[in-house]
């Protein structure tokens, strides 16, 4: 327990036994992020000789195909402010719930990554309060999260499904995965940043085409134009997409953050402006312990025990 916390609360007249519930609250919170809505996972590396996990959240709203309502933005916003105050998260996934099964003369509903916003939210809202609802929103902070981050997509990923995976470093998805942005047919265009991420992964004329027409396209052709970096069947996307996370978070945190942030630089700036930030992160990164582990190691053909320094 804190013994600065404590004392506070007992001067301001907190008994003890309330002080060790309020504490025991506080810690829990902070070490599991999970709420009815998200669903997060901690699964532990694959490297003996570093400690943490890959935090894989998934998104849990499957009656409603995962849609985003407020109580989803919320966690998600919540779980990517712990993950960055997190050391021992290394990687992140995001995913969706699987559908519920169906009840008795029902059809099955289909899988969903995110099947879009939950457009009920959406009745009776001015500009105001719309420009509050999509500024500062978790498709920001998990676009701003320092850490790397996948989409495992398994179904529809439309509207700010497109976009929560758009938000994502590395998208992987299944066969019977569709992407789109489908806001026209509401009288909107997206408002969760497709319009900028979107073009970046695609282009202009294919974010154009596909934000104009509102269409689906499917995974194969998602991949085609660069907005999945994977495709597998259903079966396989777990493990394809925890064999790529242990990858990743085998590496050194810090090398793994600077190359995120220098990449994140070219979208930002021109290419000369983009390689004189390159070799200023690259020079700084040989007072780094890593750099000198990683040197070291592959100099004895050993395995870098990563210091994440």
Known sequence: MNIGVCSI???IGLDHNRINDEVD???ESMDDPSTTVLTVEKIPINDDLLEGYIAKAVINRPSKLN????EIMDSLKKFCAWVENNESVRCVIIAGAKPLPAEEGKRPKPNAFVAGADIAEFVGMDSEAAKVKFTDNAVEALWGLTKPTIAMIDGFALGG???VACACDIRIASERSKFGTPEINLGLIP??????????????GKTLEMVMTGEMIGALDAKSIGLVNHVCSPDELENFTLDIA??????SVLILTTAKRVIKASLNNTLEEGVAIEADEFA?????NDKEEGVKAFMDRAK???QDR
């Open 191 to 204: 408002g969760y940043g497709a319009t900028q991420r979107l073009a970046k992964l695609v282009g202009y």
């Open 246 to 251: 242990n990858k990743i978070a085998s590496k």
């Open 284 to 288: 700084k990164l040989f007072d780094s």
């Open 9 to 11: 609360l007992c001067i």
């Open 304 to 306: 870098p025990k990563w």
């Open 161 to 163: 499904g497109c976009e």
């Open 67 to 70: 849609a985003l309502n407020a």
């Open 25 to 27: 609250c506080i810690r």
